[in-house]
């Protein structure tokens, strides 16, 4: 199998070393350098959590660099917390050296232009420089990704959705107006432009350790609120993917080996690890 991933930023990256680790031919087209875009410029922070930093330290020791260099404390809503900082840039770069060297093929300086499709599958990549075939393409294109899915003429809308839960039990759930969070016992539920409204939940003993009634909650506060997004299929929502389309009637069909792994805002650090991991399972399970 050859994958190919547009952007060399974190996404890109990370996506680029799970693959490599799977055994997975890996080709990064990437329009500048790599972390050349939010990547390099982030502050970098993340949670101390056990599998996002474990990810960290497996690139640590895979690069025998140093990413990680501050652990600070901080206070939120009152609570005290430790978080980590850590290097963006020589993170995707250092890593990019050492994937390079194991073959992972990086095309740098070499903006991609368009995809060309047969039926409904993407062939290959168009770049400056050249045509790269594939079979599964990935646009891990930070804030250009939409106009990159846009430029297929597929009329897609974003809608940025975390269902499934990379880190743990009960994971926030972002939409593009609303986030959807646990705390304590509770949900919160709050639109990201009005007020911050609190919506609590009477289930939580059902709900502890059960996903499935978790999401059920979930689902049924969103059809009673939010009837017009449970019309919308949205399809391969752990990866943040743009999926649907604003109007009734589709008037393309996303090719079956496009996917879109983007769209994290200012949580790339936390979330990608995660993420990244399910999409890697996903394509590999088919
Ligand atoms: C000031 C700032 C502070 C931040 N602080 C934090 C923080 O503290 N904690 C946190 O978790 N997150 C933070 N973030 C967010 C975090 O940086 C992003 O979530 C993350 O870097 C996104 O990575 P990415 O790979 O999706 O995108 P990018 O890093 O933008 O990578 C996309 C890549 O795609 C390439 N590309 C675009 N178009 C094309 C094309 N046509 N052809 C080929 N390549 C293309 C770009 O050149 C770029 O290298 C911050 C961001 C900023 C700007």
């Not at 990680?68 to 995707?92: L, W």
């Not at 368009?114 to 045509?131: D, H, L, P």
Request: charged share 30%; with cysteine; aromatic share 14%.
């Amino acid at each position: 199998m050859k994958v190919v991933i547009i952007g060399a930023g974190l996404a890109g990256i990370t996506l680029a070393y799970l693959f490599k680790k799977e055994g997975v031919d890996v080709v990064v087209i990437e329009k500048d350098f790599v972390g050349s875009g939010e990547t390099g410029y982030s502050t970098g922070v993340f949670p101390l959590e056990k599998d996002v930093l474990e990810f960290y330290r497996e690139i640590e020791k895979y690069t025998r660099c140093y990413f990680q260099p501050v652990i600070y404390d901080h206070i939120r809503n009152g609570k005290r917390g430790k978080s980590v900082y850590i290097d963006g840039y020589n993170f995707s770069y250092y890593t990019s050296i050492v994937l390079e060297k194991e073959g992972v093929q990086f095309e740098v300086m070499n903006p991609f232009y368009r995809f060309r499709i047969n039926g409904n599958r993407i062939k290959s990549a168009v770049t400056k420089r050249g045509e790269f075939r594939g079979d599964i393409f990935i646009v891990a294109a930070g804030a250009s990704s939409p106009f990159i899915v846009n430029g297929m003429n597929m009329n897609f809308r974003w809608i940025r959705s975390l269902l499934l839960k990379p880190r743990k039990k009960f994971e926030t759930v972002i939409y593009d107006e609303f986030v959807i969070k646990p705390e304590g016992e509770r949900l919160i539920i709050r639109e990201e432009k009005g007020e911050k409204v609190k919506v609590e939940v009477d289930v939580v003993n059902k709900v502890r350790g059960v996903d499935e009634n978790f999401f059920n909650v979930v689902a049924s506060y969103l059809e009673r609120e939010y009837p017009d997004l449970m019309d919308a299929s949205i399809e391969r929502s752990w990866a943040s993917l743009c999926s649907e389309t604003g109007d009734p009637v589709k008037r393309f069909e996303r090719p079956e080996n496009l996917y879109v792994f983007a769209g994290f805002g200012c949580y790339g650090f936390g979330i990608i690890p995660g993420l990244a991991k399910k999409l890697v399972m996903e394509v590999l399970n088919g």
